[in-house]
């Protein structure tokens, strides 16, 4: 949401986030800090990091050290944020991703950390008759990988949340909270139709534990951010 910001400084953006009520954060991207440095950025801010987006050549390419980093920072979760349209082109793409993102969610594992995989809409789209999201469900052990649910995206692709929940509790560790207009553009939270207190009602079945603010291309960041947790604070479910 704030990457703009946090291009120009990651401190002033931590500690802008802190001043609004936010109590964690999810990082894409350091940069160009260290791991120690943003460790310390976040302490100073009074911030706690559960999570950070990682790409899929960082699994690929340097898997051991994408882990390490993420340990180091205090990251729980090390989820990968996005499959580019090259990497999913046919159905065997994503089974040839099973036992790549297994291995991810055992490296992971041996740092205490925790596997997990974000959600768009292009995986609900079946592919051969089958929704490559339903695939990774059923062949990815749950402990190896975690689901982050965007709502806003399960929302886009005209896919029920309570059906997956339902289907496979506990498997959504975190929750990306964007808001969708009836046209489906994102706005921010509360100001579209995703109904989200009935969504955080099932909490506990869906494994949520943490969850995150989220808008693509704001026109103001730092208004989204404000706007959308000061409809979060009045939230009641």
Not at 195 to 209: E, H, L, M, P, T
Request: hydrophobic share 40%; glycine share 6%; proline share 4%.
């Amino acid at each position: 949401t704030v990457r703009d910001l946090m291009a120009q400084s990651v401190p002033d953006t931590l500690a802008a986030m802190a001043k609004m009520g936010y109590q964690e954060v999810e990082f894409a991207g350091y940069f160009d800090h260290s791991p120690a440095n943003i460790k310390s950025m976040v302490a100073d801010a009074g911030l706690s990091t559960p999570s950070t987006h990682i790409n899929l050549p960082d699994i690929q390419d340097s898997l051991q050290q994408t882990m390490d980093i993420s340990a180091e920072i205090g990251h729980g979760y090390v989820v990968l944020a996005y499959l580019a349209p090259a990497a999913r082109t046919s159905l065997d793409d994503y089974k040839s991703y099973v036992d790549l993102f297994s291995q991810a969610g055992e490296a992971a594992k041996e740092r205490g950390l925790q596997f997990g995989y974000h959600n768009h809409d292009f995986e609900f789209a079946p592919l051969d008759g089958v929704k490559p999201y339903d695939l990774m469900l059923e062949q990815i052990d749950s402990e190896l990988m975690k689901m982050t649910m965007d709502l806003y995206w399960i929302h886009r692709a005209g896919n029920d949340p309570f059906y997956y929940i339902d289907k496979h509790p506990g498997r959504f560790a975190q929750c990306h909270v964007k808001d969708a207009s009836s046209t489906g553009a994102m706005v921010d939270v509360g100001a579209g139709v995703i109904d989200f207190a009935s969504v955080f009602a099932q909490a506990d079945k869906a494994g949520f534990k943490h969850y995150y603010v989220e808008h693509d291309r704001p026109e103001n960041s730092l208004e989204t951010a404000e706007n959308s947790i000061e409809y979060l604070k009045r939230l009641r479910f």
